[in-house]
């Protein structure tokens, strides 16, 4: 009996330990959402009043606030203000002048310019001085210096020519150090080559991009790390396969991927398949207008489930109801990704982005709301053509 009653004790007190650790963990987490949400309150006012500023402001910005109702610079006190605006069309986003959305407190800075689509017809465009550099900073910050070692060598092996990745892999590597390798990509042909049918040529340029990679990683330079997109990562995978050796006898550490191919069926296979122990990957999701969105921390409990958090306060998302993009999803629910950036050099109040998924909620270390599942917006679905990513 005295065994029995002790064993019922120790129950209780185990219980009450993992009650009291809950109860640890959901305050700190609260707290951190508070935290997070007033410096998402800043930012927004922030950002707000340098593009509205009578002298330092956004040329687009200035012209719009003539058509409102309300004063940005006295109206706008908080993130929830947001939805004072009208949705960011994306047909703004194409053609110039490139600078209409960079205020002018800007001008006499070097600039680039990042092209995103463009498929067919002119490409959206957007105008940038530091912002590239700042959010693959932030990035660097989320990757584990035993995977991506720091002074490492990296391979870029995406999109090239006018897009912001090729320059911001480059730069995130040479913030850790390193020097960038790079291969030429146009996604534009392949998307044309799979457009008209031609399947064949498709595969042909896809094996002209892997043998530049493959040529690059066997000529000695030591590269330790790289991004790729999932399409790509597989097909070299398989290259190196062929040739008697893999990603991780091939010297490859840490990798960091992105785009809607990266699933959850795809990454187990990766892991399991291509990748083995020894090399780190971390699933990445973003835009030349958001920045990155980094992945929840690998948990084998989540059954590879891929959940994205957006580089707040620079950037932030919510997963919004199909019929109404001013209402939130419940937690777990299925919505399309509303999209805001409050920079200094880019404003965008609520862009609908050609993307769904689900809505998750916060984590210790991005304590403000994710999406899972991301995939192309159904109503988009049929008519997106999916090329090299």
């Not at 971390?282 to 980094?294: K, Q, S, V």
């Not at 999209?339 to 210790?364: N, Q």
């Amino acid at each position: 009996m005295r065994f029995l009653a002790a064993a019922k004790r120790h129950r209780w007190l185990s219980l009450a330990e993992t009650v009291r650790k809950v109860t640890f963990v959901s305050d700190q987490l609260a707290a951190l959402v508070a935290d997070a949400r007033k410096k998402l309150d800043e930012q927004t006012v922030k950002t707000v009043r340098l593009h509205f500023d009578p002298e330092l402001g956004a040329p687009f910005w200035l012209e719009q606030a003539k058509t409102y109702n309300f004063n940005p610079l006295t109206d706008v006190n908080c993130f929830d203000d947001l939805k004072k605006f009208p949705l960011f069309e994306d047909e703004w986003l194409r053609g110039g002048p490139v600078t209409k959305f960079l205020p002018k407190k800007w001008q006499n800075e070097y600039k680039y310019t990042f092209e995103t689509g463009g498929t067919t017809g002119i490409p959206k465009s957007r105008c940038v001085v530091r912002d590239h550099w700042i959010d693959y900073e932030e990035f660097s910050k989320t990757l584990p210096d035993e995977s991506f070692p720091r002074g490492s060598n990296w391979l870029m092996l995406g999109p090239s020519g006018p897009r912001r990745l090729r320059l911001a892999v480059e730069h995130l590597c040479q913030y850790r150090g390193g020097i960038c390798f790079c291969v030429d990509l146009d996604p534009r042909w392949v998307v044309k080559l799979l457009k008209k049918g031609d399947f064949e040529g498709a595969k042909a340029y896809a094996a002209h991009v892997i043998d530049q990679a493959y040529t690059i990683l066997t000529a000695g330079h030591d590269i330790k790390c790289m991004f790729a997109t999932p399409k790509l990562l597989e097909a070299l995978a398989m290259r190196l396969i062929d040739e008697g050796t893999s990603i991780s006898e091939i010297g490859i550490k840490g990798i960091f991927a992105g785009g809607t191919e990266f699933t959850p069926q795809w990454f187990r296979f990766c892991k399991e398949e291509l990748l083995g122990d020894d090399v780190y990957i971390t699933p990445t999701y973003g835009n030349t207008l958001m920045g990155l969105a980094c992945g929840k921390p690998f948990d084998p409990a989540d059954n590879y489930k891929i959940t994205y958090h957006a580089p707040q306060p620079r950037a932030a998302i919510e997963v919004v109801d199909f019929d109404d993009y001013s209402k939130l999803v419940g937690y777990g629910e299925t919505g399309r990704v509303k999209l805001y950036t409050l920079t200094d050099e880019l404003f965008v109040p609520g862009f609908m982005e050609r993307d769904e998924g689900e809505r998750e909620k916060p984590h210790l270390k991005y304590p403000w709301d994710g999406i899972s599942g991301t995939r192309p917006f159904h109503v988009f679905a049929k008519t997106t053509t999916v090329g090299v990513y």
